[in-house]
DNA sequence: GCCAACGTTGGC
DNA sequence: GCCAACGTTGGC
């Protein structure tokens, strides 16, 4: 099992949407970057992955939810009336993919990025490189708990 | 709303 | 293959 980060902007899709109903899947489409979307073809079912929430009034890691079926093309690539089409991929090879994920833990507080950019544990992760734009990103197993321990102090405390 | 940083496009 | 122009991301 491995570990990621997902970035949404929550008017779109926030940690509420998949704590709504836990058992219904979300399809994450729309990914129309390559190595965000070269991350997403390695998820396997199962994974865990955090919830970012970005250009918004909390800044932060939301939650956690899992991967419930990995990689698969992205419909949205051939609608032509989505935002998300592309003229240029075809049926028969297919650029973009989409996975489908579900609730698993929403956290009390969101974890600000300050709080990220603060642990030592997170320095090499590209989440808290200054201009990094990646979507998807590997999580370590250390650096996950790093950020997981945090959620779990903040439920204690 | 601003703007730095980044990825993609397309002319050459 | 280079690189300038462009569009987008995303924190502030």
Known sequence: ???????????????????????????????????ARN?????????????YHSSCQQIGVAGVVEVQQAAYPDPAQFAEQSAYFDSKSTRENPRWSAVDLTFVTKFSKVISLA?????????????????SRLS????????????????????SG
């Open 136 to 155: 998807v990103v590997p999580f370590t197993e250390s650096e996950w708990q790093a950020v997981n321990n945090i959620s779990n102090l903040a439920k």
């Open 1 to 35: 099992m491995r570990y990621w980060l997902m970035k949404t902007e929550p008017d779109e899709c926030s940690i509420d949407d998949f704590a709504a109903d836990p058992a219904k899947p979300i399809r994450w489409d729309g990914v129309r970057n390559y190595q």
């Open 39 to 51: 991350f997403m073809r390695e998820m396997e079912v199962g994974d865990q992955v955090f919830i």
């Open 115 to 131: 709080t990220l950019k603060a642990l030592p544990e997170l320095k090499a992760n590209p989440l808290v490189k200054k201009g």
